[in-house]
């Protein structure tokens, strides 16, 4: 069953935009929201996890934003150009037709870090934005770049820019001027944040600047807006055809070839360019979507901030990327992930800022109403202080992936598992709140057993198969350990019927138990997963074939209800791949594919029932999950 459309009585955001009806802009390091009709409502700049300086997505368009289209005008087209994140829109108006190419330039100033030869440690107590400790991160340059060409008759660019800092609270001092180049500019000052336009003049009107700029056959325009730190002189601009073929090189040449089959080779291309886009150049730091508080539950309290770096959503997006022979991603989020918990990691956490910060605390921004008025809007998120059994587990799976692609160990990356592994061990008998980061009571959830288990296999393996220093007695007590907790979960971690359960002792079953094949802990067509597998079926799966990730009454402790999880359906691929029903598989992949936009972008969860996405957006889970299903059906082939 296909899902259907979005509603026309369902507005959206408080500007009118449908979560799919946005494209994703990025340079690596910081990221752009922009609809199909040329608003940008999102923007954080310098990085992911900046105060938004545009935001009417979660409010209203005096929370900032910046509309650029085609007066009278509609939109014939968009795509991106192949192999990158650079957008391309075809306007045609009564008049005229006219391209706009919308990007942020990847450029030397942006370049990746050094490797990490020794450990550094996290700064703690910094907010998101603040000076980290790779210096200089906050003093690079960011531009998105708005450029236009008639490409035939006449047409007139038609805009309005509206700069609120700080999630659209600060109302800047704004102010005609020049930068170090002598060019004409508009500057926008707020605090520690400039923000210079470059490009054709705007007038001045109501708090907010205006243009209307005509254009003939074969002229183009180009404005750019850049941010910069407001104590420096202001910047001269990109030249913005060099900036273009620089980025359009970049993107490409980081993807290289993708060997799938065609039918998938552009959702996949898409998802590895969404997961690169999502990925800081300078640090490594992978955050699991560039959005905040785009609702689970439309009009409820399930709104969290996701431009942070989990380490679970990190590490299985680097299988991903390791699947298609991106290494160079996998070696600097190794070291992001020495730096994050280097010095301390008896205190590791689920998830840490894009420079490795700890302190993430979450608060509500009262004065936003909210996407579709969802509220609280929060930023921060204060799951980041939670347990989660599983997440050791992952990262020494992507750790052992990475081995087995032949990246080698660094001086320090075994002795920071061999602390993973005791940290592991100090944690045995303590419940955790789940891969779900579930607001209820702690619990042993079977899913997290199993990554329990994961940690201990995987240090096994990494002495045995390849050589890895460890003492007699730390590989016996492992191996303990290993088989300890396996016999554990086979025991108390599933029901009468034999399928897993979600936690110990319950009748309730949970959409991640389909990751256990993943570990290598059964496999696919085990009695167990065919069980688990119906039981998913039967409790989870919905009237439009995609399933919840849980049954949101018992362990979830929040009101209200949620949509199909991406990922997880995407993961119920791999398993009817997997366990031989191949044509299940394909035709739920068919399924999941027509939940994405004309982009080929996901969201973080899909609404059925009314043909619209909701969650954060785009979200690493479920590119990483289309990746990994597309993959196991050419396995099953």
Not at 539 to 551: F, N, P, Q, W
Request: charged share 25%; with cysteine.
């Amino acid at each position: 069953m296909r899902p259907g459309r979005a509603s026309a009585w369902w507005t959206g955001s408080m500007t009118g935009a449908l979560i799919e009806d946005h494209a994703l802009l990025s340079d690596q390091r910081a990221s752009a929201l922009v609809t199909r009709e040329g608003d940008i409502d999102w923007l954080c700049l310098p990085r992911f996890d900046s105060d938004a300086l545009l935001c009417s997505l979660l409010g209203t368009e005096e929370n900032g934003h910046w509309s650029l289209r085609i007066a009278d005008g509609e939109v014939l087209s968009r795509r991106y150009l192949p192999g990158t994140m650079v957008l391309e829109t075809t306007w045609r108006s009564p008049t005229g037709t006219a391209v706009i190419t919308e990007f942020m330039p990847i450029t030397e100033a942006s370049g990746t870090a050094d490797a990490v030869d020794e450990p550094v440690a996290a700064t703690a107590g910094s907010r998101p934005g603040s000076a980290s400790s790779l210096s200089g991160d906050l003093h690079d340059l960011a531009d998105l770049v708005r450029a236009v060409e008639c490409v035939e008759g006449e047409v007139e660019v038609v805009q309005e820019l509206r700069i609120r800092f700080e999630y659209g609270q600060a109302v800047p001092w704004v102010r005609r001027g020049q930068d170090v180049g002598g060019e004409g500019v508009l500057i926008a000052v707020a605090g520690g944040d400039g923000i210079a336009l470059h490009g054709p003049a705007l007038v001045g009107k109501h708090r907010a600047h205006h243009g209307r700029h005509p254009l003939r056959a074969g002229e183009t325009a180009a404005w750019v807006l850049t941010w910069f730190p407001s104590w420096q002189s202001v910047p001269a601009a990109p030249d913005v055809e060099a900036a273009l073929a620089t980025t359009v090189a970049e993107w490409s040449h980081w993807l290289g070839a993708v060997r799938v089959e065609e039918e998938y080779t552009e959702p996949v291309t898409r998802s590895l360019l969404v997961l690169k886009a999502l990925t800081h150049r300078r640090t490594g730091g992978i955050v699991a979507a560039p959005t905040t508080s785009l609702p689970e539950d439309f009009g409820g309290v399930r709104n969290w901030d996701y431009r942070f770096c989990w380490l679970r959503d990190a590490a299985l997006s680097l299988e991903a990327l390791l699947a298609h022979g991106h290494v160079d991603a996998a070696a600097s989020w190794r070291d992001w992930l020495l730096r994050a918990i280097a010095g301390d990691p008896e205190r590791l956490q689920i998830m840490y800022s894009i420079t490795g910060d700890r302190n993430l605390p979450e608060r509500e921004l009262e004065h936003l109403p909210g996407y579709a008025s969802s509220s609280p809007v929060r930023i921060g998120n204060g799951a980041a202080g939670q347990y989660q059994a599983d997440v050791v587990g992952e990262v020494m799976i992507a750790l052992a992936a990475m081995r087995d692609a032949g990246l080698e160990e660094t001086r320090w990356s075994w002795p920071l598992q061999k602390a993973l592994i005791r940290y592991t061990e100090d944690h045995l008998d303590d419940p955790d709140q789940g891969i779900w980061e579930m607001r209820g009571e702690p619990a042993f959830f079977t899913h997290g057993r199993v990554m329990v288990w994961a940690t201990f296999d995987r240090a096994v393996r990494a002495v045995r198969e390849h050589g890895l220093p460890a003492s007699t007695e730390e590989i016996s007590r492992w191996e303990r350990l290993r088989d300890q907790v396996r016999e554990e979960v086979l025991e108390q971690g599933t029901g009468a019927d034999g399928a897993f359960t979600q936690t110990y002792g319950s009748a309730e079953v949970d959409a991640s138990l389909l990751q256990i094949p993943h570990t290598g802990f059964l496999p696919a067509d085990d009695p167990h997963m065919l069980a688990t597998v119906a039981r998913i079926e039967q409790d989870l799966l919905t009237e439009g074939g995609l399933i919840l990730r849980y049954r949101t009454q018992g362990q979830d402790g929040l009101p209200g209800d949620e949509h199909p999880f991406l990922v997880c359906c995407f993961w119920l691929v791999e398993q009817y791949a997997a366990s031989g029903r191949r044509d299940e598989a394909e035709a739920l992949l068919q399924t999941l594919l027509a939940c994405g936009n004309d982009l080929h972008l996901f969201a973080e969860e899909f609404d059925g029932g009314a043909g619209r996405m909701a969650g954060n957006f785009p979200q690493a889970f479920s590119h990483l999950g289309l990746i990994r299903a597309v993959d196991a059906l050419a396995a099953s082939a």
